[in-house]
């Protein structure tokens, strides 16, 4: 098997020049090979121009099938090899190509999502159970004074059970992004992958993941740091003031940069580069379609809550009900809860994560694979590593998925 896809190997040039004047789309492969780009003249795999034409001259019974019934005009239909159409996707269909991933290919998805699902909720669990200390009951009538000590220890309380647990989920959550990245761009071929395949093919990109996410956390918590410490140091109003309007404007630059970087990761997993380029890759492919993604991303975040909801709602009443009632589990704080309550919502937490996880990084994965779509052409690079006629083989991609 070869562990560098033939089109998932581009350099950062295809996006410099983004949709320029005079530049042209690849055309589609002879049945013969001879108007093949793989010549010795070309660029490695993925860095030709980028398009200005979205829709070359094909004929009606080219590789992307015969005119469609319905157009009455005689357009050809996109090749879809896979779990997508092989052209610009919308927003329904991005969606529906990670569904389609879980459903397709569900014993890898879930043997990759379960297990870290179950790890996260276990450490969670535990780190509620036996590290989060105990903060002594609130006498009713306690001063303002001893109310504000109470909810500054219950603040240090949860941040010391917060440290281990998000180091010990962030780990989890880097291999299960690394490995789903791998599932999702063999789904978009519509080649089968096993676990294994999935980590011989992952494994050597985990670290540098790691590192990436890691960054980008770095990054965040940086900004929100210097946005807010001004207005601390003042102390007031006016430092009140300042940090208010500090905290805003340092979340509004997170936001920007965090969708700016969003393709940093399948660029980092599916072409293999490094951490800065990656960063870089990123933001020329996010550049012009910063709202687009943000809008898919919000979208995609708010069904997942709202599945989420669906899922732990349930379970939270059936905890409250089988640890001794609702009264005793509100008067407690999580690390009191009863064992009985946190197994049952850590059930509802493990179907919740091993249904989110592949739908997220799937729709990551696929928001990445639309975007050089649109200003690549990678759909024809696709459709030669998924072996449709007329387009021509890439070289290095007959093991593709295999």
């Known amino acids: 098997m070869n562990d560098t896809p033939g089109w998932t190997s581009p350099g950062s040039a295809p996006s410099d020049g983004q949709d320029g004047p005079g530049t042209s789309r690849p055309t589609p492969a002879d049945a013969d090979g001879s108007a093949s780009q793989w010549s010795k003249d070309q660029p490695p795999a993925g860095q030709w121009s980028p398009p200005a034409d979205r829709t070359p001259a094909r004929s009606s019974s080219g590789p992307w099938g015969p005119p469609s019934p319905h157009s009455g005009r005689g357009a050809p239909q996109a090749a879809q090899p896979g779990v997508i ?6 927003v329904g269909e991005i969606l529906d190509g990670s569904v389609k991933t879980l459903r397709t290919h569900w014993r890898t998805v879930l043997a990759i999502a379960i297990p870290v699902a179950v790890f996260t909720q276990v450490v969670s669990i535990l780190v509620q159970r036996y ?59 519509g080649r089968p992958v ?100 943000f809008g898919i991303t919000l979208l995609t975040q708010l069904l997942v809550f709202v599945f989420a909801m669906i899922i732990l709602i349930p379970f939270t009443i059936i905890g409250f009900a089988v640890d001794g009632g609702f009264g005793s589990v509100l008067s407690n704080s999580a690390a009191d809860s009863g064992w009985p309550f946190l197994i049952v919502t850590g059930i509802g937490g493990v179907i919740i994560s091993a249904i989110t996880y592949p739908i997220t990084a799937g729709v990551n994965v696929l928001l990445y694979v639309d975007q050089r779509i649109r200003r690549e052409a990678l759909d024809l690079e696709l459709a030669r590593a998924a072996g449709i006629p007329g387009y021509g083989t890439a070289p290095g991609t007959d093991t593709v998925g295999g």
Do not use: Y
Request: hydrophobic residues 55%; without cysteine; glycine residues 10%.
């Open 85 to 90: 159409p092989l052209r610009p996707l919308g």
């Open 194 to 293: 096993s676990l294994g395949d999935a980590w011989h093919e992952a494994r050597p990109r985990l670290l540098p993941l790691l590192g990436l996410t890691l960054l980008l956390g770095v990054m965040s918590a940086g900004i929100i740091v210097v946005g807010v410490l001004p207005g601390i140091l003042i102390g007031g109003g006016v430092g009140i003031a300042l940090t208010t309007v500090g905290g805003l404007g340092a979340a509004i630059v997170t936001l920007w940069l965090m969708i700016r970087f969003n393709l940093a990761s399948p660029a980092l997993m599916l072409e293999r580069q490094g951490v800065l380029t990656s960063l870089k890759r990123s933001a020329k492919l996010v550049q012009g379609s910063w709202w687009r993604i």
């Open 131 to 189: 590290l989060v200390p105990t903060t002594p009951a609130l006498s009713p009538d306690a001063t303002p004074a001893e109310q504000l000590e109470q909810a500054v220890q219950e603040a240090q309380n949860t941040l010391i059970g917060l440290g281990p647990e998000a180091l010990l989920t962030l780990i989890a959550t880097v291999i299960s992004t690394a490995l789903l990245s791998v599932v999702v761009s063999r789904a978009v071929m």
